[in-house]
Each structure stands twice: as structure tokens, then as C-alpha cells.
């Protein structure tokens, strides 16, 4: 018989579950790719690359959520000018 001829097999079907994308870390993704990036900057000595890699951890975590302005909590580093020029 010819081979145009013959019929065609009939597809099957296959029925599984799928499971669920592994979402460990996935706050804290962004924040690895860019400590990735500064790791093989480093180890290229490409100053820029450097500077990009901080700059988008910066960025990264500049847009968490915080409060701005002194923190009042802290002490105050007994380096800084208002530290040092304390009038009692």
C-alpha cells in the first residue's frame, strides 16, 4: 500500500497534574540576581558593571516599604557634627 494511503494514527491524549512552580525566595529574587550581578562584576574588575549592580540593589531597596528621615531609635554615631557639638 502506499504510504500516503494508510491512515493516519489517531492522537492520544495524556492526563497528568501539574505541579506548582517552586516559589522559594521569590521576595527576595531580585535582590540575588542583583548580588549575582555585583559578585561577577567583581570578579571581572569592571567598575561599572560594579556600579550598576549597586545601584539596582539601591533601587531594590529603596522601594521597600520604610519610614523617612531620622530614625529615632538609633543612636547617634558619637563621629557625626551634631554628636560632637552637643550643648548641655
Known amino acids: 500500500m502506499l504510504p500516503f494511503l494508510k491512515k493516519a494514527p489517531s492522537a492520544g491524549?495524556?492526563?497528568t497534574t501539574r505541579q506548582p512552580d517552586e516559589q522559594k525566595d521569590s521576595e527576595d529574587h531580585g535582590l540575588r540576581q542583583c548580588a549575582k550581578e555585583l559578585i561577577d562584576a567583581v570578579h571581572t574588575?569592571?567598575?561599572?558593571a560594579v556600579a550598576r549592580a549597586i545601584r539596582a540593589a539601591f533601587e531594590i531597596l529603596d522601594s521597600?516599604?520604610?519610614?523617612e528621615g531620622p530614625h529615632t531609635n538609633e543612636k547617634p554615631s558619637p563621629h557625626t557634627y551634631e554628636a560632637q557639638n552637643v550643648k548641655e
Open 13 to 15: 491524549v495524556i492526563v
Open 45 to 48: 574588575k569592571d567598575e561599572a
Open 64 to 67: 521597600e516599604p520604610h519610614e
